[in-house]
């Protein structure tokens, strides 16, 4: 039963985010390393087999050293700010952006601190950052 759970969630084109990131809200460097990005991927801060969503606000854009050896894992919890900072900048510069007001509608930043720890509890690999791949 819980597999036919799994395929019943589908993925979307996260392309749209990573351009309004991008372009936007000018996110040109790594989220995680900090390197300009050459090639862009769009990181699930917390990882997407957990939250099952796209949603800006648990979005940034990575390097694909970066995202691909975080890939389900949760980031060090000093990456926690660093998000919370990249969404408070997406709110204050929306000039209401439709996307942005409809996802942002009900986020609440505790939100993010609460499903980093259930990750945790539900057995997530936490504590991932870019020096321990380097």
Not at 21 to 26: A, G, K, M, R
Not at 75 to 97: G, M, P, W
Request: hydrophobic letters at 35%.
């Amino acid at each position: 039963m819980a597999k036919k759970l799994d395929y019943a969630t589908k993925r979307t084109n996260l392309k749209v985010y990573r351009n309004l990131l991008y372009d936007t809200f000018h996110r040109h460097d790594c989220f995680y390393c900090g390197r300009k990005l050459k090639s862009i991927e769009v990181d699930h801060f917390i990882p997407w087999s957990f939250v099952r969503n796209d949603k800006l606000w648990n979005l940034a854009l990575a390097c694909p050293k970066c995202n691909n050896s975080k890939r389900d894992s949760l980031s060090t919890r000093y990456y926690i700010e660093k998000i919370l900072a990249q969404n408070d900048y997406i709110i204050e510069h929306s000039n209401n952006i439709d996307v942005v007001k409809r996802e942002f509608k009900i986020y609440e930043p505790k939100k993010i601190y609460e499903m980093y720890e259930c990750a945790i509890f539900n057995g997530f690999d936490y504590g991932w950052s870019p020096n321990a791949t380097a």
